[in-house]
């Protein structure tokens, strides 16, 4: 199967899941106990024609199939409605969080990829020396730490004792070099696990294509040890690394909630956390599916990159 034709078939088995998702996100709502018009009023009482108005704004007053096929058209064209808490536009308010958490996300994933990958061929190609031994105490280290303790025990020391660095965001653009010195510590808290992990993933899988036939027969033709491990072995290992970084990329952006909170980070995290506390259900649905859409993306993505790398898994 042509690379091209391999992508359309991934890319139409994703479409049906796409719905799925969105069939789940909708029905969030509905399928809480009670009606949903008392959590979008925010379980106050309000007078029957408000009632009614809040209704038709919603679609409340039509049938289930027909709610889903209409917020469906709208989240196509990023129409989620307004807020009843806030009044304001749900995508504006999305809008303006999402570049912090894909700011904080792709950050944390890049400082994954920056330890996490000359860890992992250093502690491969070292086998039993204490460059081993040290790298795999780290990456034990790095998964075994929650992050919300790392980033409360980083903020206390350099934030609080040191004070080397802000304890709040600063007032200050998120493309601005304040805002990019406080992104530090949300940066290495959010990135530790994710480096510990590519690090013990990528040392197992080098230690086994080392061991390979082909690996020996490139020393054998007097290859350097450098073209051998940079050139043939890093290729082949690389395979199950990017599988996980992918994933790792959207579990990054969605499961920043408690970084976010612990250093006031103004993304999408806080947003869901101070919407899931007063209910405003549009805003969570609009939020749940980003994240939801992100992931399925990231999953179409590597297996594209997985079957760039490797052309024997198109069948």
Do not use: C
Request: net charge positive.
């Amino acid at each position: 199967m042509s690379l091209g034709r391999y992508v359309l078939t991934r890319v139409s088995v994703t479409v049906p899941v796409l719905l799925g998702v969105t069939a789940l996100t909708f029905s969030f709502v509905h399928a809480l106990p009670g009606d949903p018009i008392d959590a979008l009023v925010g379980f106050r009482n309000v007078s029957p024609g408000t009632e009614a108005a809040i209704r038709a704004e919603y679609h409340l007053d039509r049938p289930i199939w027909e709610q889903y096929l209409l917020w469906l058209r709208d989240a196509l064209f990023l129409e989620f409605g307004e807020s009843p808490i806030t009044g304001r536009s749900v995508t504006a308010t999305v809008g303006r969080r999402l570049p912090a958490t894909l700011a904080l996300g792709g950050a944390a994933w890049l400082l994954a990829l920056a330890i996490g990958v000359p860890a992992g061929i250093v502690a491969a190609v070292r086998h039993g020396e204490p460059a081993d031994e040290l790298s795999r105490l780290a990456a034990l280290a790095g998964i075994a730490t929650p992050n919300f303790w790392l980033g409360l025990v980083l903020l206390l020391v350099f934030g609080v004792r040191l004070g080397w660095v802000r304890v709040i965001p600063p007032d200050a653009p998120l493309a601005s070099l304040a805002m990019a010195k406080f992104m530090i510590l949300p940066t290495i808290t959010l990135g530790t696990a994710s480096a510990a992990l590519v690090t013990r993933l990528l040392r197992s899988s080098m230690r086994q294509e080392l061991d390979a036939a082909y690996v020996r027969t490139a020393r054998a033709k007097g290859l350097r040890e450098r073209t051998v491990i940079l050139k043939h072995v890093l290729r082949n290992a690389l395979l199950p690394v990017v599988t996980v970084a992918g994933l790792q990329l959207a579990f990054l952006v969605d499961g920043a909630v408690v970084v976010e909170q612990i250093f006031s980070w103004p993304g999408m995290g806080r947003l869901l956390v101070r919407s899931i506390l007063q209910r405003d259900y549009p805003v969570i649905q609009a939020g749940v599916l980003l994240i939801a859409v992100s992931i399925v993306l990231a999953n179409l993505l590597v297996d594209i990159v997985y079957a760039v790398l490797d052309p024997r898994i198109r069948y």
